[in-house]
């Protein structure tokens, strides 16, 4: 159930949390509850000017940007119900078999002309085992880490096997994307042909050969606050260093097609509240920013968003890259991410179960089972 503010006035409940947070502590479940249920404009925009100190004091005036190349297009045979690319839905969405070189090099050199960080590799299956693919999927890694324009990153599904995730961290990959989606309570609803257990597994086998985790969700599924709030912790839980944050854009043709869309303000108090939870990670606006902010596009640097992703989408269109990065420079951000490693997150991991610093994560323990 959602909490009420305690505090009888808003403004100060949230000054409160915010200063805690720059002085490097942490908010609890029940607090950032209360924050997600927050309803007056005014008050929102109290909670997006506190998230705009926390980005500032965590990440400066840097933008890290991501692009991503459709590796593998169409015809999955997962039933993701927000998703162009399952084989469950007539969407009329590209099909093709894994890319060849010539795509990727180009996606880099475009990238690396617009000073964007990385570029990812992105299949539609639904994940990856030893074999004459995984040869493929580690030459196209190899060949873009040796091109020296972006860092190489992937997300190639479902992985079960370390030695799956060694071979892709020798090919050179730096930070792998795979969301949780939703909360482990809503993830039923977004998907029944794999587990939320599978990819918290996935998740532990990359985190122990050393790979980044981009990992995050997609909001406007008919998810509560509450799913938002869960998934948020959970993020925090497994030590993502990455989170996008995808606004659901309704595709005909899925079961989500008629979806109603989230308000703007609910989209950046939900910004905002990942901010306050998760004050140290890159919180990256990624699918349906565009076509859910419109005008209000710039506000998510406010609400807290240290990242973003340019370029078109996997099978929709976003605005130009040229004019997001004027909308940078008109604000006085900067997108020549540091290259640091994401050495600036270390902290160390929150458990919710045990309070205890150094017990494993639940994405290592789902390895262990
Ligand atoms: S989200 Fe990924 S796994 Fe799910 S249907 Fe789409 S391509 Fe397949």
Redesign the pocket.
């Known amino acids: 159930m959602m909490v009420k503010l305690v505090d009888a006035n808003p403004r100060s409940q949230i000054a409160r949390l915010g200063e805690r947070i720059l002085n490097s502590g942490q908010i609890s479940r029940d607090e950032a509850r209360s924050l997600f249920n927050l309803e007056n404009s005014a008050d929102i925009f109290d909670l997006l000017s506190w998230a705009n100190r926390i980005r500032e004091k965590f990440k400066g005036n840097k933008i890290h940007l991501c692009s991503i190349v459709n590796a593998k297009a169409g015809a ?5 119900s ?5 084989s469950f839905y007539q969407t009329g969405s590209p099909k093709y078999g894994f890319v060849d070189p010539e795509p990727v090099a180009e996606a880099a050199d475009e990238a690396s002309k617009n000073g964007v960080t990385a570029v990812g590799l992105v ?4 994940g990856l085992n030893e074999g004459p693919l995984l040869d493929e999927v580690c030459a196209r890694v190899r060949e873009l880490k040796a091109g020296g324009k972006t860092r190489p990153d992937v997300s190639l ?1 479902i992985i079960k096997s370390q030695r799956v995730a060694d071979r892709l961290k020798e090919a050179g990959v730096e930070c792998y994307g795979h969301n949780l989606e939703s909360s482990r309570r809503f993830f039923p609803q977004t ?1 029944t042909t ?1 587990t939320y257990d599978d990819r918290l597994e996935t998740i532990g086998y990359l985190k122990k050969a050393g790979i980044k985790i981009c990992s995050g969700g997609i909001i406007g599924m008919g998810e509560t606050r509450e799913d938002r709030c869960d998934l948020a912790f959970s993020l925090k839980e497994i030590g993502a260093n990455v989170v996008p944050v995808n606004i659901l854009n309704p595709i005909p043709g899925t079961p989500f097609e008629k979806n109603e869309p989230l308000s703007v303000m609910e989209i950046l108090k939900t910004i905002a509240c990942f901010r306050f939870i998760l004050p140290r990670q890159e919180i990256m606006i990624a699918g349906g920013r565009t076509v859910n902010l419109r005008d209000a596009q710039s506000l998510i640097f406010m609400a807290g968003a240290s990242a973003m992703m340019v370029g078109n989408y996997l099978t929709t269109l976003n605005q130009p890259v040229e004019k997001d990065l004027q909308m940078l420079k008109d604000l006085g951000l900067d997108p020549s991410w540091d290259k640091h490693g994401f050495s600036d997150q270390e902290e160390t991991p929150m458990h919710r179960d045990c309070g205890k610093d150094n017990c494993e994560t639940e994405a290592e323990l789902a390895i262990a089972k």
């Open positions: 999955c045979s997962e039933n993701c927000f998703c162009a690319q399952s299949a539609a299956w639904k599904g998907c794999h």
